[in-house]
């Protein structure tokens, strides 16, 4: 009498994959969950801080200045409710792409190689959350810097090292446009990269799967 034959189940679905998949199905959705309110709560942030800063910079002049301090103001406002929209298209499209890739995990046939085959969609999620960050940062941080005259990053010593324009307190046009032309060349780079890894692990489980047909023929 085999007395771990009640645990036959449950090996067979570790084996084939099913356990492995199912948690992975969760987790990317739990992760879903947790980016649309990171997505939420930012861009809340963001409005909040924009309105403190506007109170600030109105504020500091005095009588004479008053004038400046509230054109200044407005514009904080107006270039931090756009960036919180973009903070808020993020975390909608991050949900999404999370909630998408969980259920062509979930949707996977059992195969010997669930792992590689896991592996490389997780690989095409990292390449399409990466561009997505970096297209909506660099369409937003370039609208908040033309806005505003100021740049987001410019507290960032290493980033202004490389990107002149876009480290400097007053950016202008320049700062923007350079910051929009390097945010989207990265997101292309990445996305290209990711999805090449994920091609060349699909590939793989092509060519072994062919190879363990072709030894049983």
Known sequence: MNLFGILDPFYHALSDGKIIRQTIAWVLRILAVIMALIGLFGSIAIIVLSFRAS???????????????????????????????????????????????????????????????????????????????????????????????????????????????????????????ELLVVLLLVAFIDIILFYALAEYISVQVEIALNTRGSRKA
Not at 65 to 84: C, E, F, M
Not at 163 to 169: A, D, S
């Open 55 to 177: 109170n600030s910079a109105a504020d500091i002049g005095g009588d004479l200045a008053a004038n400046s301090a509230g054109s200044i103001s407005a514009n904080i406002i107006i270039g931090s409710i756009l960036l919180a929209l973009f903070v808020l298209a993020w975390g909608y499209l991050t949900a999404g792409v999370l909630v998408f890739r969980s259920r062509s995990v979930k949707e996977m046939k059992d195969s010997h190689f669930t792992a590689l085959s896991i592996l490389s969609v997780l690989f095409r999620l990292n390449g399409e959350l990466a561009f997505i960050t970096y297209s909506l940062l660099g369409v937003g941080g370039c609208l908040f810097i033309w806005i505003t005259n100021a740049s987001p990053l410019s507290q960032l010593g290493v980033l202004g090292e490389i990107l002149p324009f876009v480290g400097h307190e007053g950016a202008g046009f320049l700062g923007g446009l």
